[in-house]
């Protein structure tokens, strides 16, 4: 507002108060035997400070006070010979100090008129503090009602910014304590809106993370609980009178259980190692019909005891992938498709390969599965009711899916029940 007036509204101020000393002179002029001292005196009253000076330098004040007297007796010279001062546009600008309120002698309009014979220097200002006093405290009392008001609102709003933060720090306390039951319940547009809502996702997902734990621990106990459970009751019984035949049984059923029992932790020490932070995979090429056909070569006696017919189409290829991790899959897909497959039963093994990819179909004719059974089939420890009575953890294709994901490959199954399953594998190239 100091640089407009001083840019700006100074000379106008100027020209305008010049125009008023000009139009009381005209009054002064033009009115015969006025009474010059009661005239400026009643100008003073009615709100202007005034300065005159005649030609003797005898000099008096009307109206309000000046707070500095500070106009050279050169310029009251200048003035008292004819010319016009222009004091209020030519005051020195100060930073911060607005000209318009500073109540100096310099910083008036001069003018020259001649009264009764003599002349005369009349210097003028608006007396501002008669003038504005009020407006003055008007403006002071609205700028602080807008600083109050302002601050208000800036608590209020930065209170409702933070609000959504310190529920979200509640929530994170929550999902330490393991508590993912309470979501946040912040409906907002904007980027904290968008956090809660991740964070929902993310609490979500890590409740599903710690069901799926516990329901992993609480699978594992049983199964191994139940085997060692056997084992004590059979040891148990060894130590007692026995037949030939019965020790034999007992000692058979001691060492199923024990094979079952070394046969899941294997699993789920592969599991554990498939799932440690995507575990990187070692690809090597190898030749993947060779590996297929070893698979169904140490398998040949449990096929020939079923009486299972075994085909296979294997096309020579090579692949790039790590045979170890693969292995585990031809071997689970194999053993499924005898283990669910009915006596005299099929199997087919087929091995095509492109340049984009290999796949590997391996058809069974056995029991298939309904749809609950191969929507949840991939899942850690799921085994369909009428396979119970087979061997088995339900660890083998939950571990087939993860390996063939770390392949960056897919695998898909059609089955129909009582007809057969057909489990079809894509490995991309790479
Ligand atoms: N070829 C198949 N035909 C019919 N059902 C199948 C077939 N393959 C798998 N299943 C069903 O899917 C379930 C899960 O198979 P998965 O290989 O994971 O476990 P499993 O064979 O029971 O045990 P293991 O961990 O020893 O392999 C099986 O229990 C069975 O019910
Ligand atoms: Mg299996």
Redesign the pocket.
Known sequence: MNTYYHQVTKAKNDAKNVAIAQSIIKHINEVQDLNLDHYLKTIGDVGYQIYLVDDEKIHKFYGGNYRVRDLPDSTVQKVLNGKIYHGMRDFPRETFVTGFFANYLSNTVGVPFQYHQKHYAMFLRPDIKLLFNEVHTIMGGWTLFMGIISLAAMLFFAKLLIRPITELTAATKRIARERFDTPLKIERKDEIGQLATSFNTMMGQLQENDLMRKEFISNVSHDFQSPLLNIQGYAGLLKSELTEEERHNYVAIIQNETHRLS?LTK?LLLLTSLDQAARRIERKEYSLDQQLKITIQKYRWWLEEEGINLSMTLEPTIFNGDAGLLENVWE??L???I???RSDGDIYVTLASSMKEVNVI?Q?T????NDV?KKQ??ERF???????S???????????EEIIHLHEGHIK?E?ELNK??T?IISLPNL
């Open positions: 046969t699993q689970n897909l053993t499924n498709a283990k669910y497959n391996i069974d056995g029991i298939g599965m059974t089939l991939f799921y085994r369909a009711d009428e396979s119970r087979k061997e088995g953890t339900g660890l083998g294709l939950s571990i087939v199954v089955s057969g399953t489990f």
